[in-house]
């Protein structure tokens, strides 16, 4: 446990991180005279007051306690920062069904905060993020009962604890968490990456937390302090993603309806960075990803105007971004599907914002696959057909056919495999007759054959 004396002696402590230690300890000491230990801030100060450590642990806690908030928050402890704070996990859905209304899997959005201990604003969205769907799911709030029945929210508030309550950029090893990550490790100008990718149990749990639940989240959002701007991958090139199409598609939908707020690639609308949370969600999990940076004025431990309209701009950009969480990959969707002697004709649209490349169709029977085309890509948001060669299919009464691609363009991205609907499958006499191209020439021969015989019994 850190006592008050190992704080006060640690190195990287001053004087702000003084007046916070004090602040803290202040709300602990009420907190335990108190039989009140479990409720939130007061929204006077929940409005106005930059969260610690120790104020997080009283709200999280207090809204997987709640009746009203409990039947859809999980509170998971997900690991421990250098100095031992737990890591807060906050999952949030309606969990009294596992799956969308319609059986097929929810959405995923996953949210980190605080990577920077001082940069306290972008914390700030992110438990604002969270208390948006926590609180508007007691207050029968429709927009969020339709998102927590077909999405989950993954929301760690606060990553670098230790430098949050020190109120410094780093964590108390002096490294810099958002430049920890395995992607291009330390290949950037950069100062105090660590050790080694992973060197700091911060990042390690993040990554962990990442590959162990959601690998295939549809959305995820770190969230900084620094620089009015969204920034999306690479920070490492200036060239744009693979996923490029989807990237414009959000900025421009945005500028249009919502926030003239910035949305770059990362390269370009900063400076190269390497070895981020951004990146790494990207390049190695395939995630669409953002960095959402809210501006730099931020004074001592608060605010004088409430945090939700401080950041209410950016709370909508992020409420846009969870609603059409839906269509943040590719969604092919076939209207026809024709198998003729030696083709498919297929028709197909991609009702999602994302393209897909490597597309094909795949002929499965007794669960194993007998057949696969050759591939075809469908761009975002737009119609496709495509012949596809099938001299070398061969089918059965049990088989089926099914489309397999990948979400996003991305090398990383998650591959799906979605069976075709029978009642657009077309099989042309010819291919679903004996399944042969062609008649054999010595069955037609025992054919004529057989019809003279026939024919001389009827004349006796």
């Not at 009702?351 to 194993?368: C, K, P």
Request: hydrophobic share 40%.
């Amino acid at each position: 446990m850190l006592t008050v004396q190992g704080i006060i002696s640690n190195p990287h402590y001053h004087t702000y991180g003084a007046m916070r230690v004090i602040a803290v300890l202040t709300v602990l000491l009420v907190a335990s005279a108190s039989p009140m230990v479990v409720a939130q801030q007061p929204d006077i100060v929940q409005e106005h007051w930059y969260h610690s450590y120790a104020t997080l642990t009283i709200d999280v806690n207090a809204w997987a306690d709640d009746p009203e908030t409990s039947e859809i928050v999980n509170l998971l402890v997900v690991g421990q920062t250098e100095l031992g704070r737990n890591l807060w996990m906050l999952q949030i859905s309606d969990w009294s069904a596992e799956t969308k209304p319609d059986g097929s899997a929810k959405e995923i959005v996953y949210i980190d905060g605080g990577h920077h201990g001082n940069e306290h604003l972008g914390t700030e969205l992110a438990f604002l993020t969270a208390e948006y769907y926590i609180e508007g799911w007691a207050a029968e709030d429709q927009e969020v009962i339709d998102v927590l029945r077909t999405t989950e929210l993954h929301i760690l508030i606060m990553l670098n604890a230790d430098g949050n309550d020190f109120d410094t950029r780093w964590n108390v090893n002096q490294v810099d968490l958002n430049r920890n990550y395995d992607h291009y490790w330390n290949t950037c100008p950069t100062t105090q990456p660590g050790s080694s990718a992973f060197s700091e149990s911060e990042t390690e749990a993040n990554a962990n937390y990442m590959n162990t639940v959601v690998p295939d989240a549809d959305l995820y959002v770190t969230m900084h302090t620094g620089v009015w701007i969204m920034l999306y991958p690479w920070g490492k090139w200036p060239e744009q993603p693979s996923d490029w199409e989807l990237f414009h598609f959000i900025r421009d939908d945005v500028h249009a309806n919502i926030s003239d707020i910035p949305i770059q690639n990362a390269n370009q609308g900063l400076y190269p960075n390497c070895g981020t949370s951004r990146d790494y969600g990207y390049g190695v999990m395939g995630f669409p990803t953002f960095t959402f940076e809210t501006d730099d004025e931020q004074w001592a431990l608060g605010t004088v105007e409430p945090l939700s309209s401080r950041l209410g701009e950016e709370m909508d950009v992020m409420r846009y971004l969870i609603t059409n969480v839906w269509y943040w990959r590719a969604r092919l969707s076939v209207n026809s599907f024709v198998v003729e002697d030696s083709t498919i004709a297929i028709d197909v649209d991609n009702l999602g914002r994302a393209s897909t490349s490597n597309a094909t169709v795949r002929y499965i029977d007794d669960g194993d696959v007998q057949w696969t085309s050759e591939t075809f890509g469908v761009n975002a948001t737009n119609n496709t057909q495509v012949s596809l060669d099938t001299s070398n299919l061969t089918m059965s009464d049990t088989g089926h056919f099914e489309l397999y691609y990948q979400k996003r363009v991305i090398d990383a991205s998650l591959w799906v495999n979605e069976s075709i609907p029978e009642d657009v499958v077309e099989i042309s006499d010819a291919k679903s007759t004996g399944f042969l191209p062609f008649a054999s020439p010595i069955l037609s021969i025992l054919a004529i054959g057989l019809a003279g015989i026939r024919k001389n019994e009827d004349f006796e």
